[in-house]
Structure formats: structure tokens, C-alpha cells
């Protein structure tokens, strides 16, 4: 069997017609039949080139409204015999059944359709392409015999072969397109199924698409995750580690943010990048977050960025070296000025002003990324044998939703910056504990196996006075130790979660020391 294969006539039927007209043109210089359907044949058509019609190929018209037109033996069966298989040459030729030695499709924009407001149920459902994915896969299965071409970014390449080898295309290449043939086929199939399954009420069929909450949808009955391979990276978090990033093509979000300048983002980068972003994400005001390995060692709001990236760096300037920043506003060039005095990996934010651009240029290796936001609403993390899922942590409270359990009431400074701990306190790995005050990190002591050694540590890494801080646990405090060594560090007020059996020791002990405390009622463990 010959591993290089002429072609002679290609079935054309693509809903993307971007590269068509060019790619059909280089394709006649070849000699190759052009047959096609609908659409496709009259872009063809309009450019001057001969298009044989699909009805004449199977001597059938193209029938209810275009559902049906290639589903046919005459298309199939031209598709899928086996060039070298005697009984199936003679059974094409018994029938009439001429070969196709190239398929070009691209599927129906079943996601675009579906996301866009005001869509119809009965339109969402009739572009689910039927057809082509047929085509596609009977296509891919024969490789040895047909190309298949999926995507408008392979015809230069395809034209190039075809030129270099007197019109054919090697088995290599086939293979490779019939690899990433199927992998489209899934990803389409993937799609449907994800987004059908948020859809409720479809009745009547002429209503808009109604899709569930997603904040109240069940869990799906399988997780289907397909994500194409945004980049390949140097390598994960340690050089024997090989990496890559997949991301979910919306452009948003760590995965989809936009690259000004700097060295490739490595896995590291983007695993804190993510958690300073989200960080950020979290104030009203303008906010910084700057992070080393995954934990914040500084966040602050401020009037300005300015402001807020000083009252940051100021609570712990030492580990901000060589950290990632996370801010929630444009970057302009007073704070990029600052920010460039300080040795940092990435940072990360909406925008950045060309003044901010110009003074980041002289430093070529630090990577500037534009994110657009997206909020994630269910998180996953592998473990052995499977994929553990859940909702994001999307929880807040407010003022008036916290439950005061001391004596002593909070003082409105206090209640304002014991917001700003708890807020603080969700992005850091458990045991956590956050000493604040006025919208800025003084302490944060993360990952501890101890609630009293992360409440220690804390107060430890503090390089601020403590003196009159509050103070943000994650989860309760199951003895009164850990309160009173957040209270000993020079806490005032603090804010946890409760649920403890021993509440009742522990608000004891914080009427005892004279301070206020509150609860949240919602603990925020993160693993």
C-alpha cells in the first residue's frame, strides 16, 4: 500500500469559509473535482470555480431545509472504501460510487448559537450538525485512503504538500489530520452535551433558551472537559515535570489573558497569578495582591493603586521579592513606577497605561499580563483514580450579617477592617490567620497544621506594629488558645466562623481579654 495518496476529487462543505476560496483554488491547479453543498458551493461559484453539486454526486436532491444532503451511500461510500480492498472497488463500481480522496468540513457554530442572547430553542437545536460530523468521521476512520481537513488553519500547509508532491499527501499527514478529526468530532459532541444539559423548560420549541442557574444547577450525570492546549510550558512546578496549560477558549481569566511583555509564564507564574488575581478580586476599592507561592504575603486597598501596592509591599517587603501582583484596576504609570523599584515575576491586571507600558519596557523579564475577568463556578482538583468537584467559593458577608457573641461591641473601624481580614483570610491555605488593619495585611500566617502556630507565624512575619490589629480565622477556634494568642500579638477584635463545641469557652475567654468578637456563620478552608 502506497503511503502517499493522490487526490482527484474533494467533497467541500464548511460553515467557517475563511481560507475556502484559496484553498479550493490551489486545489484545481491540481486537477482535483471540486463537489460541494449549499453554502459552500455558492462562495465557489461567486469565485469562479467549477463545483460539481452534491445532488449531482448522488443523484438525490438536498432535502428538509438542508438536514439532508450528504447523508448518503454515494458520499459515504466514496469516503470509506478501502482503495486496495478488491470487493470494495467492485461494490463502488457496481453502484456507481465515485471516491472522495478529501473531505473538507468545519461544523455548524453550535456554541455561538447557543450563547447568544436571545437564541431560540428550536434554533439551538437545529444547529446540532448531523452530517458533518458523519463525514468527519467516516473520513478519519479511512485515513489510509482520505484526507481530512477540519480546520481552515491546515490549508497553506496542505497547499504546500500538494505542491511539493505532485498532488499528493503523505500517510503521515493524513493521520495527523484524522487525529485531530476526531478530537474535533468529541469536542463538538462535548459541547452539546454541556450545553444541553443547562437548559430547562425547552417547551415551547420558539422560546428563548432558558439555561439553569448556575449557582443552583445539579452536578452533571459525567464531566466532560474539553480543553484545547492553550501552550506548552518549559516546565511544571519542578524541571522533571513536564507541563502544559489547556485552556476553555473564552478568553478570560488567568488561561486567556493577554501577554504584553516579559519571559514565558512558567507554571508557577500562572498557578499564583490565578490566586493573586482572584485576590484582588475581591475589594470594591483599588486593590493589590502580592503572593508567593499561592499565599498572600501582602494585600491592601487603597485611594489609588499607588496606594494600595505600598500598604502591601510595606507588610511584608521581604517575601514580595521575586513574588507576582495582582491588581483590580488600570496600572498607571505612578504605580508602575513604584512597582518597577521591586524585583517581582508577573503582574497581573485588567490594563495598563502606555506610561505604565514604558516604564515596565526596562525590565524585559518581567511578564505583563492583561486579564478580562471570569468567574469560576465550580472548581476542580484531581486526586487519584478520579476528579474531585465543587462550587467556587463565591461567599461573602456583610456588616449587618455578622452575629457579635462578646460583650464588647466592634468599633466601626474595627468592623470595617475585620471585613477586609475575612475577605483576605479566603485566599489563604488553611490553617489561616490574617492580621489587618485599615484595608491592609499586617500578619498572615498560612498552612499551618495548628491554628495557634498559623496565629504564632503570623504574628512572627509581622514587620508592622500589631497593636490594635483585628484578626481573621478561617475556620473556628476549637480551644481558647489560638484566640488568646491572636489576642497576646496585640489583636482588638476578631472575626471567625463558629461552630465549635466549645464556642461557649472560647467567647469566655474573649469577654475575659476584653475584646470583640464575631461570627460569620461560613468557614473558608482552602486545601
Known amino acids: 500500500m502506497s503511503s502517499k495518496k493522490q487526490v482527484r476529487r474533494a467533497l467541500l462543505s464548511v460553515t467557517d469559509k475563511s481560507g475556502l476560496v484559496e484553498f479550493a483554488t490551489e486545489l484545481t491547479k491540481h486537477g482535483v473535482e471540486l463537489v460541494s453543498t449549499g453554502g459552500t458551493a455558492k462562495a465557489l461559484r461567486e ?8 445532488s449531482e454526486l448522488t443523484g438525490f436532491p438536498e432535502m428538509l431545509d438542508g438536514r439532508v444532503k450528504t447523508l448518503h451511500p454515494k458520499v459515504h461510500g466514496g469516503i470509506l472504501h478501502i482503495r486496495e480492498n478488491a470487493q470494495h472497488v467492485a461494490a463502488v463500481k457496481e453502484h456507481g460510487i465515485e471516491p472522495i480522496d478529501m473531505v473538507v468540513v468545519n461544523l455548524y457554530a453550535f456554541e455561538k448559537t447557543a450563547a447568544r442572547p436571545g437564541a431560540k430553542f428550536a434554533e439551538v437545536i437545529e444547529n446540532i450538525d ?26 497553506p500547509a496542505l497547499a504546500e504538500e500538494l505542491s511539493a508532491n505532485q498532488s499528493t499527501l503523505s500517510r503521515d499527514t493524513r493521520w495527523k489530520l484524522a487525529k485531530k478529526a476526531f478530537a474535533v468530532t468529541a469536542a ?42 492553550a501552550m506548552s510550558l518549559r ?54 495582591a502580592i503572593i508567593k507561592h499561592t499565599n498572600p504575603c501582602g494585600a491592601a486597598t487603597g485611594a489609588t493603586i499607588l496606594e494600595a501596592y505600598q500598604k502591601a509591599l510595606a507588610a511584608d517587603p521581604i517575601s514580595a521579592f521575586g513574588g507576582v501582583i495582582g491588581i483590580n484596576r488600570e ?25 505604565a507600558k514604558a516604564r515596565f519596557a526596562a525590565k524585559k523579564n518581567l511578564r505583563l499580563v492583561e486579564v478580562k475577568t471570569a468567574q469560576t463556578m465550580r472548581v476542580a482538583k484531581q486526586v487519584s483514580g478520579g476528579m474531585l468537584l465543587q462550587d467556587a467559593d463565591h461567599g461573602h458577608v456583610t456588616a449587618s450579617e455578622l452575629k457579635t457573641v462578646t460583650e464588647r461591641q466592634p468599633t466601626e473601624d474595627e468592623l470595617a477592617a475585620l471585613l477586609f481580614a475575612w475577605r483576605v483570610s479566603k485566599h489563604v491555605k488553611s490553617n489561616a490567620i490574617v492580621y489587618a488593619r485599615n484595608g491592609q495585611t499586617i500578619g498572615v500566617g498560612a498552612g499551618q497544621m495548628s491554628r495557634v502556630d498559623a496565629a504564632k ?71
Not at 512572627?460 to 494568642?485: I, W
Open 130 to 155: 448531523i452530517g458533518g460530523p458523519s463525514m468527519v468521521r467516516s473520513a478519519a476512520k479511512n485515513f489510509e485512503d482520505v484526507a481530512i481537513v477540519t480546520s481552515p488553519a491546515d490549508y
Open 47 to 54: 469565485a469562479r470555480l467549477a463545483v460539481r453539486d452534491i
Open 235 to 288: 516546565y511544571g512546578e519542578n524541571p522533571h515535570q513536564k507541563a502544559a496549560l489547556y485552556a476553555d477558549g473564552s478568553g478570560k481569566g488567568i488561561a486567556g489573558a493577554k501577554q504584553l511583555q516579559g519571559k514565558e509564564l512558567s507554571y508557577n507564574n500562572l498557578v499564583d497569578l490565578d490566586a493573586c488575581w482572584d485576590l484582588a478580586q475581591e475589594f470594591d476599592d483599588p486593590g493589590v
Open 331 to 355: 496600572v498607571d504609570e505612578a504605580a508602575a513606577e513604584e512597582i518597577a523599584k521591586l524585583f517581582v515575576e508577573a503582574i497581573a491586571a485588567p490594563s495598563f497605561t502606555d506610561g
Open 188 to 229: 463538538y459532541d462535548t459541547a452539546i452535551a454541556n450545553t444541553l444539559e443547562q437548559i430547562w423548560s425547552p417547551e415551547p420549541a420558539e422560546a428563548t433558551v432558558q439555561f439553569a442557574d448556575p449557582a443552583t444547577a445539579a452536578f452533571p450525570d459525567a464531566l466532560r472537559i474539553n480543553y484545547p492546549l
Open 457 to 527: 507565624f503570623g504574628a512572627m512575619k509581622a514587620v508592622l506594629p500589631l497593636d490594635g490589629c483585628v484578626a481573621a480565622s478561617d475556620a473556628f477556634f476549637p480551644f481558647p488558645d489560638g484566640l488568646e494568642t491572636v489576642v497576646a500579638a496585640g489583636a482588638t477584635a476578631v472575626i471567625q466562623p463558629g461552630g465549635s463545641v466549645n464556642d461557649d469557652k472560647v467567647i469566655a475567654a474573649a469577654n475575659r481579654l476584653g475584646i470583640a468578637m464575631v461570627f460569620t456563620g461560613m468557614r473558608h478552608f482552602r486545601h
